[in-house]
C-alpha cells in the first residue's frame, strides 16, 4: 500500500518530517525494520537485565514466599489483624491487584472497540499488566486463608464433612469472577500475539524457535486465519468489557453486601471500577516508561504521543473518580447517621486521617492540577512519577476503605487500631517483586509490540492536503469485509 | 508416458509480491490464465480484506462457537447454583431453597466464561490450527510484510501463469512443496 506524499516546497517537507516525529503511525518503516527492532528487544539479555532478574527473583522468593511459609507455619496470628479490624493488608493488596488488572482491558479492548489508533503500540504491554496483576492478586484469597492448604475444602464435590461452597457468597462470586477474567484475558493477551510469536518464529534459532513455533500453532497468515482471527478478537473486545467491570463490583460485593456502615453503599461498584481504571491506566504510564527507558528501540515505538494520550485518559478518570468519591461521601454525611458521621470524622481527622489525606491528594488535586498541562502529559518520566503518585492514592483508597471503616463500629466498646506486622508488609512487597520478576522476564521472551497492528496502523494513516495545510488522514481499513 | 501424466498433475506455486497494490491484478490475471479462486491461497503479514485484494468473501463461523460456548456456560451455571441446590439440599434458617438474584452473578461469569473460550477455540478449529498432519504451504517472507501467492496449477499452465504474475509485479515465482490445509 503506497503512502508516500510529496511536498511541494521546503516548508511542507519540514511539516512532514515532525508530524512523523510526532505519530509513530505516520513515521513508516519497513516491516522487517520494525520486525528486527522488536526481536532484537526481545532476545536482548543482557547482564543487566540477568542482574535484575536474579534480585526481582530473590526479592520475591524470599520476601514473598518465605514470609508466606513461615506465616503458615506459625499462624495467621503473626498477620496484625485483630478485632475489630479482621481485614488488612492482605484484602487492601488484593483489591489494589485487581484494580491494576482493569488497566490492560480497559487500553485494548475499550481503545479497540472505538478504534483509537494511538493504542496500537501498547496494547501488549498493558494486557501483560492485567495477566501478572490478577496472578499477583489470585495469591491473596489463599494468603488471607491463614490454613491455605484447606483450599480444596471450597471446589463443589460431594465429600464426607458435608462441605459445600455457599453460591449465595460474594467470596465465591469473586473466586469465579477473577478466574473467568483471568482466562479470558489471558486467552486476549494471547490471540493478537499468534501472527506476532509466528515472526518470531521465521526469525529466531535453536530453542526460542522450537517455542515460539509451537506457540505460533503453525500461523501462516492466510486470508482464512485472519478473518477468524480478527472476528475472535473483536467478539473478545465486547465480551471482555462486562466480565472487567464484573470482576470489580463483585469485589466491591465482598464490602457493600455486608451490613458494615461505610461498607455498604450502592454507590461501591462504579466506585470500585472507576477506582480501578484509575489506578490501571497510571500503572500502564508507569510501565511505558520502564518499557521505553530499559529495552531496546522501543523509543521509536513508544513516544509522547502516547504518553499525552494516556495522560487525557489519566484526567478525565481522576475526574470521574473525584465525582463517585464526592457522591459516596457526601450522601453520607448528609445522611447524618451518627456511626457514619464517627467514621468519616475518622477519615478525616482521625489517626487514619493522613492516609485519607493522601488519598485525596494524590487521587484527585496533583493528576487534576497537573493534568491539564499539555507538557506535562508529554514529558515521559513526569507521567511515570504520576503514575506512581496515583498509584500510592489508590493504595491508600483502599487501605481507608479496608481498614478504616473495620476501625469504627456502633459501639466504641467495639472501636479498635490496625497496624500491619513485618509479614504482612514483606508478603505484599513480595507481589511487588513478583509482578516486576514475571513482566521482567516477559519483555525478553515475547514481542511487547503487536508489529502486525503497527504496521496495519501504518497502512491506515496518510497524509492529506487541505488549501495550505498538511493533515494527517486515517482509513478504516479494520471495516472492510 | 509418466512425463506426460506429470505435465498434468497440479504442482503448487508461490508468487511473492512486495506491495498489496499489485496483488489484485495478479489474481485477475491468474484467473485469466485459468486458475479459478478454489486453487488460490494469498498470505500476507497484516490483515487485508478480500475487498482490497478482490477475493471472494471469507466466512466466519468464530460467532457460532461463541453462542454455543454461552449456552454452554450458561448451562453449567444453572446446575451450579440449582442444580447442585436440588442434588444436596440445605435448608438454612428459612431461606429459599432456589433463589434467583444471587444465582444471576454465577449465570453471567460462566454464560462469558463459555462465551470466550468458545470463541478462542472457535478461532482454533477454524483456522485448522494447529495443523495435524501434512506439510502446508508457507514463505517467511510473509512475516516480513511481502504477500505471498499459492496457486496450484498444472505443469503446462505453470509457464503461462508465471508470465502473467511477473508481468503483474511478482518479485519471484517458484515452485514449492506442500498443501493449503
Known amino acids: 500500500m503506497s503512502s508516500e506524499f510529496h511536498p511541494r516546497n521546503e516548508e511542507e517537507a519540514r511539516r512532514v518530517e515532525e508530524m512523523k516525529r510526532e505519530h509513530l503511525l505516520l513515521d513508516h518503516r519497513p516491516r522487517a525494520e520494525m520486525n528486527d527492532m522488536v526481536m532484537e528487544a526481545v532476545e536482548d539479555t543482557s547482564r543487566e537485565w540477568k542482574f535484575a532478574v536474579i534480585v526481582l527473583g530473590l526479592l520475591t522468593a524470599v520476601t514473598l514466599f518465605g514470609a508466606w511459609g513461615y506465616m503458615m507455619l506459625k499462624g495467621l496470628g503473626l498477620a496484625g489483624i485483630r478485632r475489630p479490624v479482621f481485614w488488612g493488608l492482605f484484602i487492601v493488596a488484593f483489591v489494589f491487584w485487581i484494580g491494576i488488572s482493569h488497566a490492560g482491558t480497559f487500553v485494548s479492548a475499550i481503545l479497540r472497540v472505538f478504534k483509537a489508533e494511538f493504542r496500537r503500540p501498547f496494547t501488549r504491554a498493558a494486557e501483560l499488566m492485567t495477566t501478572f496483576g490478577l496472578a499477583a492478586a489470585g495469591l491473596y484469597p489463599l494468603i488471607h486463608l491463614g490454613r491455605t492448604w484447606r483450599f480444596y475444602w471450597m471446589m463443589p464435590y460431594p465429600n464426607q464433612r458435608w462441605l459445600w461452597p455457599n453460591w449465595r457468597s460474594p467470596l465465591l462470586w469473586d473466586f469465579f469472577a477473577i478466574n473467568t477474567y483471568l482466562i479470558g484475558s489471558t486467552l486476549y493477551l494471547y490471540m493478537p500475539l499468534i501472527p506476532d510469536l509466528a515472526m518470531a518464529r521465521d526469525r529466531s534459532t535453536g530453542w526460542r524457535k522450537k517455542v515460539y513455533g509451537l506457540l505460533a500453532l503453525g500461523w501462516r497468515g492466510t486470508e482464512q486465519e485472519w478473518k477468524h482471527l480478527q472476528k475472535g478478537i473483536q467478539i473478545f473486545a465486547w465480551a471482555i468489557m462486562p466480565v472487567m467491570f464484573s470482576v470489580h463490583t463483585i469485589v466491591s460485593w465482598d464490602f457493600a453486601v455486608s451490613m458494615k456502615l461505610g461498607w455498604h453503599s450502592t454507590i461501591f461498584g462504579p466506585y470500585f471500577i472507576i477506582g480501578a481504571l484509575l489506578s490501571g491506566i497510571a500503572a500502564v504510564s508507569v510501565v511505558l516508561f520502564t518499557v521505553r527507558a530499559t529495552t531496546k528501540n522501543m523509543r521509536y515505538f513508544i513516544r509522547p504521543e502516547h504518553f499525552d494520550a494516556l495522560g487525557k485518559l489519566l484526567l478525565i478518570i481522576s475526574l470521574s473518580w473525584a465525582y463517585f468519591f464526592f457522591n459516596e461521601f457526601i450522601l453520607e454525611w448528609y445522611g447524618g447517621e451518627h456511626t457514619i458521621k464517627e467514621i468519616l470524622k475518622f477519615y478525616m481527622f482521625g489517626d487514619i486521617a493522613p492516609v485519607w489525606w493522601t488519598m485525596v491528594t494524590c487521587n484527585f488535586f496533583i493528576p487534576g492540577l497537573l493534568l491539564w498541562n499539555r507538557k506535562f502529559r508529554r514529558t515521559p518520566w513526569l507521567m511515570f512519577l504520576l503514575g506512581i503518585v496515583v498509584n500510592i492514592g489508590m493504595f491508600a483508597e483502599r487501605y481507608v476503605i479496608v481498614t478504616g471503616a473495620l476501625s469504627r463500629n456502633r459501639f466504641p466498646f467495639d472501636w479498635g487500631w490496625y497496624e500491619p506486622r513485618l509479614v504482612e508488609v514483606s508478603i505484599v512487597f513480595g507481589t511487588f517483586m513478583l509482578f516486576f520478576f514475571l513482566y521482567t522476564l516477559a519483555a525478553r521472551f515475547l514481542p511487547l509490540i503487536p508489529v502486525w497492528e503497527v504496521e496495519e496502523g501504518q497502512h491506515s494513516h496518510t497524509w492529506r492536503r487541505i488549501g495550505r495545510a498538511i493533515l494527517p488522514a486515517v482509513s478504516d481499513l479494520e471495516s472492510l469485509d | ?181
Open chain 2, 1 to 181: 508416458m509418466e512425463g506426460y501424466q506429470g505435465r498434468y498433475e497440479p504442482q503448487m506455486y508461490v508468487a511473492i509480491f512486495d506491495d498489496v497494490e499489485r496483488v489484485p491484478d495478479a489474481l485477475d490475471a491468474l484467473r485469466q490464465v485459468g486458475v479459478t479462486d478454489e486453487f488460490i491461497q494469498v498470505q500476507s503479514g497484516v490483515p487485508y480484506a478480500s475487498s482490497i485484494l478482490g477475493r471472494p468473501r471469507v466466512f466466519t463461523a468464530v460467532p457460532k462457537y461463541g453462542l454455543v460456548g454461552a449456552f454452554l456456560g450458561f448451562l453449567s451455571g444453572l446446575f451450579f447454583t440449582h442444580g447442585t441446590a436440588a442434588l444436596y439440599p440445605l435448608y438454612v434458617g428459612g431461606f429459599p431453597l432456589y433463589s434467583v438474584p444471587p444465582s444471576l452473578v454465577l449465570l453471567f461469569e460462566l454464560t462469558m466464561l463459555g462465551l470466550l473460550v468458545a470463541t478462542f477455540i472457535g478461532v482454533l478449529v477454524e483456522s485448522l490450527l494447529p495443523p495435524v498432519v501434512g506439510k502446508r504451504v508457507y514463505h517467511p517472507a510473509v512475516s516480513d510484510s511481502a504477500i505471498a501467492v499459492f496457486f496450484q496449477t498444472s505443469r503446462t499452465l505453470a509457464a503461462e501463469a508465471r508470465k502473467a504474475l511477473q508481468a503483474a509485479g511478482a518479485q519471484e515465482v517458484t515452485e514449492v512443496e506442500g498443501s493449503f490445509v
